[in-house]
């Protein structure tokens, strides 16, 4: 059973520029959640999808906005990238059908650095 | 609306020795709490998740946690550290009944455990 998956790794990137985030939910979830790490700090949400909208949303700009897919896959996008967007970001599904989206399962992380 | 407060933002103890991580929350009404645990370069793995059955909860690796709502406490132990303990901890406090099942974690600032040999 394939946990959350997230690609890329790691990302660099200079200021001004837009990034595209992916994440593959664990197997039989259909909730996304993203949340941004930055160095020594907990996971701030930045927001929730389910059934390809968005559900809720932290307090983060409208540089950064998602998408989910009909397989429940999900993008993350920054635009106008600046040097304090740079942190670790992730991904965690968890399941809405099963009334346990308070149980999310994290991926990896990718890691993005703004130049 | 709820927070988390970790009240010690790092922890050094011995290997084979006790360890308690202490985490204070805040909620209008019963929360789910967790605790996750992110090792270096690492995405977070769960420990543990209380959702108002037993007040006392056991978890993966030995660990446990006790909610005291009259404390507004969720403390994390472990009888007896190893040295791949060495992690960093957080506490997380989320709300579900009220949103419609949609919900966010609420994380705290993180406990960063070591041990020593």
């Known amino acids: 059973d394939a946990g959350v998956t997230q690609s890329p790794t790691h990302l660099i990137k200079t200021r001004g520029q837009q990034v595209t985030l992916r994440c593959s939910p664990k197997?039989?979830?259909?909730?996304v959640s993203w949340y941004q790490q930055a160095l020594g700090q907990g996971p701030q949400f930045i927001f929730q999808y389910y059934e390809e909208e968005e559900r809720q949303r932290g307090n983060f700009p409208d540089r950064f906005s998602g998408h989910q897919f009909p397989n429940y896959s999900s993008e993350l996008n920054v635009n106008a990238l600046l040097l304090g967007d740079s942190a670790l970001y992730l991904c965690a599904s968890s399941s809405l059908q099963r009334q346990s989206t308070d149980t999310q399962y994290f991926g990896p992380g990718t890691r993005l650095t703004v130049l | 609306a709820q927070s988390v407060t970790q009240l010690d933002s790092h922890v050094s103890v011995s290997e084979g020795t006790p360890v308690l991580l202490r985490c204070n929350y805040s909620s209008s009404y019963s929360p789910s709490l967790f605790w996750y645990v992110q090792h270096p370069n690492k995405g977070l793995q769960l420990l543990l998740k209380?959702?108002?059955?037993?007040?006392l909860v056991k978890g993966i690796n030995g660990f446990e946690a006790e909610f005291k709502k009259s404390e507004t406490s969720f403390h994390l132990t472990k009888p007896s550290a190893h040295m791949s303990d060495a992690a960093e901890y957080f506490c997380v406090v989320t709300l579900t009944a009220f949103s419609g099942g949609y919900n966010k974690l609420i994380f705290g600032a993180g406990t960063r455990l070591a041990v020593h040999p």
């Open positions: 209380y959702t108002s059955a037993a007040t």
């Open positions: 197997s039989g979830h259909d909730t």
